[in-house]
């Protein structure tokens, strides 16, 4: 078994220190066949952690997949799935487990895609800001307005971020599967050429073999005497 070490955070101060969430991963590797790969990343505490996988390559496209808590506790276990996604909210702090298995393979290898995609966790602390904003507003005055309009289009383009992160990562979740089904059909494309070849064969093989035995029959093997 190998074990893999992804991103560690920074240690925070403590519980009330905001730690930001580590970047969102992509990783693609090739597991062998009666292999277990096991990978570790950090998270911050009381954050939002999604798992996605999926099995691109290698015969069946399937593998076991187990996630583990930092307190060793077991939240996903699955078995000869070909994808898969999960999501831990809220996040434990210390370093997440993922392991995937094809110990069961004895002759194919599988290539995995797997994406870990981080969120923060604030929701108490936006509604306190927009309580406070709120009763900024009911009490700023005319000329202050323009402050509370920039506001407004802050939260818009931080929203409009979210909704292009999100959209690129459900374009590399895509390209996955694109992936996978090209591999498919590759591999079904190689196997039809290769049976093609073989009945090519016996075909070729037997057709001389009915002209050899049609020639026999007319061959006189009587011998001649003078």
């Not at 955070?9 to 090739?30: I, N, R, S």
């Not at 929701?123 to 407004?152: C, Q």
Request: aromatic share 10%.
């Amino acid at each position: 078994m190998a074990a893999r070490w992804l991103w560690l955070l920074a240690l925070w101060a403590g519980p009330a220190a905001a730690a930001p969430p580590p970047p969102d991963a992509e990783v693609t590797f090739v597991l062998p066949a009666g292999r277990r790969e096991c990978f570790y990343q950090g998270a911050p505490g009381n954050a939002s952690l999604e798992a996605e996988y999926q099995v691109i390559g290698g015969a069946g496209l399937d593998v076991d997949f187990s996630l583990e808590s930092p307190s060793g506790l077991l939240l996903v276990s699955e078995y000869r799935r070909s994808d898969g996604a999960h999501t831990v909210e809220p996040t434990e702090a210390g370093d997440y487990k993922l392991c995937f298995d094809n110990s069961f393979s004895t002759i194919s290898e599988k290539l995995v895609f797997f994406e870990l995609i981080f969120d923060s966790a604030q929701e108490e602390e936006e509604e306190e800001e927009e309580e406070e904003g709120d009763g900024w507003v009911e009490a700023a005055e005319p000329e202050d307005t323009l402050d509370v309009k920039i506001e407004d289009i802050k939260e818009s383009i931080e929203t409009m971020k979210s909704r292009l992160e999100r959209s690129i990562q459900m374009q590399t979740l895509l390209r996955a599967f694109e992936a996978r089904d090209r591999n498919l059909q590759e591999s079904n494309l190689g196997r039809v050429n290769f049976w093609s070849a073989v009945n090519l064969g016996v075909l070729v093989v037997v057709a001389f073999l009915q002209v050899y035995m049609l020639k026999s029959l007319f061959e006189d093997k009587r011998t001649v005497r003078t």
